[in-house]
């Protein structure tokens, strides 16, 4: 999974991205999503894409680096 987690999620100009602690808030022009995010994740936005860090390289933090990231790009996608 830390590979899936690694590619940074490219978010287009009709879609706006909302980052809260602990959640995350997808607008575009099909709707709005919203997703409860693990805490110890690290969700940033930046020249269009979003990127998500994990605090360490332990079995459980790799599988939810995978996880919050695919969970993101399907809300962008």
């Known amino acids: 999974m830390s590979r899936i987690g690694r590619k940074p999620v490219p ?3 009709a879609v706006t991205v909302e980052i809260g602690t602990g959640n ?3 607008k575009g022009p099909k709707g709005e999503l919203t997703q409860t995010l693990s ?8 020249d269009g894409v979003l990127t998500v ?12 680096h995978g996880l919050t990231r ?8």
């Open 11 to 13: 978010v287009p100009d």
């Open 24 to 26: 995350i808030a997808v």
């Open 70 to 77: 695919s969970l993101i790009a399907n809300m962008v996608e």
């Open 39 to 46: 805490r110890e994740m690290t969700v940033e936005q930046a």
């Open 53 to 64: 860090a994990r605090p360490t390289d332990r079995g459980e933090h790799r599988a939810l």
